[in-house]
């Protein structure tokens, strides 16, 4: 036994060594004392000790590099040895340079930055993007080769080139393709050569080839190579265009999602009861809100939070509008000016009891990972995430409040009552609790809203009121109470509003969308779609 343990230990050790050398390079020892060098040179010496040790070591050095780009390379002042250092979370991490492991934290002053300045950057980021022309990972040389774009040399075009034979993944070979094209535009011998690069690089929207295609654009060019310059030009100029169109309609997709989600809850307090709820902003500064004291709760699963609070605003919400319309509602069915005025009256104390309980200031609340970041469709054109997500939500809520109100029992009784309260009575159903639970399941679903509007804004006492009118436009334009015109309403008005806005201003476009919408109420004063049958009376 006592044989056995040693072998174990024999082979643990061999292990680990063979580990620890994979995980650190070799290093010629000339190589290691430049390095020791490069603690105490002067910044116009250390580009030329870079350069040799690049020459020298290649891919080795790649951890050297990018900790150097990064501000993140120190040395140890005792023995010159060079450590990582790096800032997470408000917290400092100290690690070997090549191996990546953790060290202890040494004093302060007994460590020592290394300087770099811009000359030194643009070589790491050339330097960096050529040793990653390399990598197993198909991104990395992909972004590596349009990292090289600004700046194409012989040598790297004839790295590019020789990758370029071996290249499986399509889309680094159009990367490289499209450097090669670039180069032979630039550096073209020949005016048909370049000529011809130039056809190829036409609609092309790399930031690069504009930049390149308005420096052939010149009297000191070809008169060919500068009306080809010319042309691609002006159809990259047209593509752009057609994609900040394509831009445009995104965020007003986008902001329509908002103002469905805001005013869809309104749709069925307002369209089907027939109640002016002024405290329906407030609802939505709820479910913000809540959103806001889930994440306080769970603050290492943000990833999940949302998952958490959707549920949890809707029954928030909804349970302080039954309590609403338990309290005050009910005693003033048929009273719409003593109902508008009992309801802002809630606003307004909802409002302070939350600047009571979380102060005036606003609240960030945080996205999770997935929602954070966007699509990259091309250069010019992306898809933020998180307005993607809350479109689809929305669209989603919409749905799930359709089948509610056209499949359940539920929904039957809601529009039995909204058509005729008294009949509905007389046929047995408890009205006064259907209206409870209508009442509730709007101001649910406006807490549900508030949940979406937190990952686009911040939180805060008076959410809510940036919405209520556009809530009523969109329910009044839309038809009331008919969701498939809130639906068409919603949507039309954020189009509307994001296309206005870059000519007129914000305030402007909102002015002109109201004025629009009650010269159309003059003349169809039941909006797109009316109400039919007796409902309609």
Sequence with gaps: MKHFFIICSVLLALFSSQLSAQQSPVIATQTQAQLQQLTNNKLRQSLVLLQSIASREGVNMLPLYQSLLDGQLYFIKSDTKLIKVVKEAGKKHYSELF???????????????IRVNNKIRIYLRKQIANLKLTANNPQVRQDAVQSLLRDLTPTTIANIAQLRLNEKNIEVQQMMDLALTLDSAIHGKLAVTQVSAIAQLQGNLEPQVRNTLNALNTEQSHPSVQKAAQQA???????????????????GLSLGSVL???AIGLAITFGMMGVINMAHGEMIMIGAYTTYVVQLLMP?????????????????????????????????????????LATFGISLILQQLVRSIFSPLNRQVASPEWMSGSWEIN?????????LYILAFALLVFLALLFILKKTSLGLYVRAVSQNRAMAKAMGI???????????????????AGVALSQLTNV????GQAYIIDSFMVVVFGGVGNLLGTLVAAFSLGIANKILEPTTGAVLASIIILVFIILFIQKRPKGLFPQKGRAAE
């Excluded at 029954?315 to 719409?336: A, D, K, M, T, Y």
Aim: net charge positive; hydrophobic share 50%.
């Design 99 to 113: 191996t990546d492991r953790e060290i202890t934290a040494p004093a302060k002053k007994a460590i020592k930055k």
């Design 233 to 251: 030009l002006l159809s990259i100029e047209q593509s752009i265009q057609f994609y900040g169109y394509l831009d445009q309609l995104f965020f």
């Design 260 to 262: 469905l989600l805001a």
């Design 300 to 340: 290492n699963l943000i990833e999940y939070s949302l998952w958490v609070a959707i549920p949890l605003a809707f029954v928030v919400s909804g349970s302080i509008g039954i309590l609403i319309e338990r309290c005050v509602i009910r005693f003033l069915h048929g009273r719409p000016l003593e109902t508008l």
């Design 379 to 387: 250069p010019v054109f992306s898809l933020t995430l998180n307005r």
């Design 430 to 448: 408890r009205t006064a609790r259907v209206d409870a639970i209508t009442f509730g399941l709007g101001s649910g679903i406006a807490g549900i």
């Design 460 to 463: 805060g006492p008076n959410l």
